[in-house]
């Protein structure tokens, strides 16, 4: 049977504690499940830039090109915030591993948890209803990495420049893996964009349009940036699969994961053509909780089970993962950020009761 | 006495309604105030298409250069969505406006009305604090207008792109006004931007670190536009000013909009150096109340009391029209947009309840 070897980078803040609680899954989907894993940490980030000086070292990188699949922690933290940005482990780690292995596809789900719901800083009127979206952001393109760009100072005049910038194919590829989604969920897909004002919009909205012809079972819609930034709060339930634009994901998934009120619950992944993908939680490696052993474990153990459904195409064991953690939940089982009360169970508690629903 | 000239551009939709309302303030502000008001109304948007073949006719055009003040109200329907993008009234009467007359400042406020609480989609955690917040919009500047901008077909591939920039100069003086503002507000001011990506954003923040320095009694913030686009909902009472470029702006006013649930209500105001500006409502044409005399007039009446605020620079006469409004709302009168029951006034019986508290 052949090997599935997974890069693991742990990296700064929670991340390794997290980590340890994925870990837990892993083996139980190796020892239990008889799944081929193979498992490699290396160094990323902060971490990386204290121990070989760089936040994405060769040795981080050979390491993800020989695994099939990374499982990332986070990184970054007070320590390294002085350094200049483009070597800072946010930006040096993740936009070049995205770039590298030209993960194009970020794929970030936000669902309100029915037992949960008290963690919505959204009114009970709207959360009643419930929502289940999927965020689909491009990730390899845009603004993000567009030619040139670049700041240049002339006589007293100083200006700084980015481009935003999308070809066809590029649109194409992510609008037909929105569509596909779209079908094993509730078959609708809202495109946003600013297209009365940016021709790269307007592209992207034609190309989608297009695409959407090959897909004559799922709905499409089109909202302009602004008018969704405020459809999602007034009504998240209206929306299945959400198809954006980098810069515009990266604000939009966001504002989905705050009106779920439980961001330590968020998985996301990131894929590219071949199906390899990094894995990884949609928050941050929250430096003020670092050590403490309160972090939720949840959103870093969906991230395995992103892994397992998009990186092995094991779909039911995945939703075995998925229920495991529904389960505690029903059960009451809380860590301190979803807990509306004292009581909550440390880090490694919450990974020992989900590893032991699986 | 010198006149003040003031341009009336109605426009499509509930545009002509609400400005109805908006004349009975202005003629109290003539008549009993003895302001040395003049007013001369112009086609802007798509009546202007109809009657005149342009969005943005130079009659208009020639009509505003004259005045020393713009009342506009709203443009946009069903009937001109079919034209191409750049002739539509949004963008083909909005955008050139605001270049032709370098209103580089947008200033939309978003507040809280206790008496209006229920209208928030946030949950009453968050809404029993309140909130009032000011963004600062840059308005002529950044991808809106950048260069180069277009759309490039070359054998098989075809791209578009636009080009977010900034020059030191456009930065430095929407910073000043920002800090300038809240000086008269809450002495802080949050600057958004995406420096950890972005060229352009990176040279924002230094340069508003820089303009900081003469406001040593505002204290001065940082969010990543992401990051901004959740503590927005998640604590909305830690703002008061808002400080952006044009597209975080556009899509950071209307997520202010959306949490505090009255659209209705908001004002705007864009200006340029020498005071010269357009006032018009945050909220768009809403044709699907076009006609019903049901459109909420309060958010016209207020973008007069901006006028009379930031244009003529009379704050206690400006203060006088909020409080009209005020009282109204705590005298139990509403719209049908801001009631939580079946008992509303009409577009016309809001704007003599307010103009009689005047
Ligand atoms: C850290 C930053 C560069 C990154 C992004 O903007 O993509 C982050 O916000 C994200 O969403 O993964
Ligand atoms: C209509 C559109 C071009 C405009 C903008 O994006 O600026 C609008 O959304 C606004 O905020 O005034």
Redo the contacts with the bound molecule.
Sequence with gaps: KQKYRIAILPGDGIGPEVMREAYKILNILKNDFLLPLEFQEFNIGGIAIDNEGLALPKKTLLGCENADAILFGSVGGKKWDTLPIDQRPERAALLPLRKHFNLFANLRPAKLYSELEYLSPLCSKITKNGFDILCVRELTGGVYFGHPHGRVKKDDIEYAFDTEVYYDYEINRIAHLAFQLARNRKNKVCSID?S??LNSSLLWKEIVEKVSNSYSDVRLSHL?I??ATMQIIKNPNQFDVLLCSNLFGDIISDECAAISGSIGMLPSASLNENNFGLYEPAGGSAPDIEGKNIANPIAQILSVSMLVRYGMHLTKIADQIDKSVISVLKRGYRTADISNNNNYLKTHEMGDVIADAL
Tied chains: 1, 2.
Excluded: E, G
């Design positions: 600013k009365n004002v302009y602004d008018n």
